[in-house]
Nanobody
Framework: QVQLVESGGGLVQPGGSLRLSCVAS????????MSWYRQAPGKERELVAT????????NYADSVKGRCTISRDNAKNTVYLQMNSLKPEDTAVYYC?????????WGQGTQVTVSS
């Protein structure tokens, strides 16, 4: 079965960096685009970044453009989100997402807290 397992979250000071990872299993990873989403307390889940199956094309939310980089290693079945210059408003639970045949799959999420 499809599994997505995120890691790498934590507490970081404003201006700091984190790299999130999402390890996937149960499907042919290199055949599917992947996405990172986040959900802050009291807010709706929002798209952060997407990447195509080959990794050749990426897209970002305006709120993170220039500060975050999504990448993937198809040999390791892993998608990453490198986040730099973190701000308090980046505080959220971060999720990776996959869609296969119209069905969405989510990981359990990893908490990112940006605070001094």
């Amino acid at each position: 079965q499809v599994q997505l397992v995120e890691s790498g979250g934590g507490l970081v000071q404003p201006g700091g960096s984190l790299r999130l990872s999402c390890v996937a299993s149960g499907f042919t990873f290199s055949s599917y685009g992947m996405s990172w989403y986040r959900q802050a307390p009291g807010k709706e889940r929002e798209l952060v970044a997407t990447i195509t199956p080959s990794g050749g094309s990426t897209n970002y939310a305006d709120s993170v453009k220039g500060r975050c980089t999504i990448s993937r290693d198809n040999a390791k079945n892993t998608v990453y989100l490198q986040m730099n210059s973190l701000k308090p408003e980046d505080t959220a639970v971060y999720y990776c997402k996959l869609m296969i045949g119209g069905r969405m799959y989510w990981g359990q999420g990893t908490q990112v807290t940006v605070s001094s």
